[in-house]
């Protein structure tokens, strides 16, 4: 079955500095995405950034890149120069091509930027 | 803005009654999905359409359906409805007419407080 595990419940970050969230994956298709959503206090779920399993260099958006360690298992959001904007909850997601293709989530990591 | 469109964004009822929570995804995205957010259960895999077709299913009760109507619009009905279904609900749409792991879209969700 797979399986997204995010072991920081909480994270706090001093406002411009950079912050990794950890994410680590579990599945034994080839072919799958993981993706980061972020959700503030408002509730909306907002994409932020997306890797392919088949991709050989890590996903950049802007502020956001995602450390992508195959072997390891692992996707990684790095947020570079913290916002107090970025204050919310993260979610690590996968998707696989088979299975109806539907999105697992992480429990999330909630990351608190500091002023 | 998503693009991905719910009604109603807000929802208190009581219990044993049925309610029916309506997604309209992105222009031209042939899959929905719903899912539930609820405290101790993070985001929880209801059910995906593609295109009219049931595709996958999740953790979805018994008391729990939905269907997408064929100008794409998709219907979440949950009927009994009990204290512990009292969550944040979304649909997501995403385009799946390639074969690409393609991002979903979130809505802003439909807060059902059963009481």
């Known amino acids: 079955a797979q399986k997204i595990t995010q072991t920081q419940p909480g994270m706090f970050v001093q406002e411009k500095e950079a912050v990794t969230l950890d994410c680590t994956y579990d599945t034994s298709d080839p072919s799958y995405g993981l993706f980061w959503y972020k959700q503030p206090s408002s509730g909306e779920m907002i994409f932020l950034i997306y890797?392919?399993?088949?991709?050989?260099q890590n996903a950049t958006e802007g502020r956001y890149s995602l450390n992508f360690q195959k072997a390891r298992k692992s996707a990684n959001l790095v947020i570079s120069a913290s916002q107090l904007g970025d204050s919310a909850m993260y979610f690590c997601?996968?998707?696989?091509?088979?299975?109806?293709?539907?999105?697992?989530f992480g429990p999330g990591t909630r990351l608190s930027v500091l002023p | 803005d998503s693009g991905v469109t719910q009604t109603p964004k807000h929802l208190i009822t009581a219990t044993g009654q049925r309610v029916t929570l309506r997604c309209s995804p992105r222009s031209g995205d042939l899959s929905v999905y719903w899912y539930q957010q609820s405290l101790d259960q993070g985001l929880q895999f209801l059910i995906q359409?593609?295109?009219?077709?049931?595709?996958a299913k999740g953790n979805i009760l018994e008391r729990f359906s939905a269907q997408q109507f064929p100008d794409l619009h998709s219907e979440l009905n949950l009927s009994s409805l009990e204290l512990g279904d009292s969550a944040l609900y979304f649909c997501?749409?995403?385009?799946?007419?390639?074969?690409?792991?393609?991002?979903?879209?979130f809505g802003q969700g439909t807060r059902l407080t059963v009481v």
């Open positions: 359409y593609y295109n009219g077709e049931e595709r």
């Open positions: 997601a996968m998707r696989r091509r088979n299975y109806g293709q539907n999105f697992v």
């Open positions: 890797q392919g399993s088949y991709d050989q």
């Open positions: 997501a749409s995403s385009d799946d007419q390639v074969q690409g792991l393609t991002e979903a879209f």
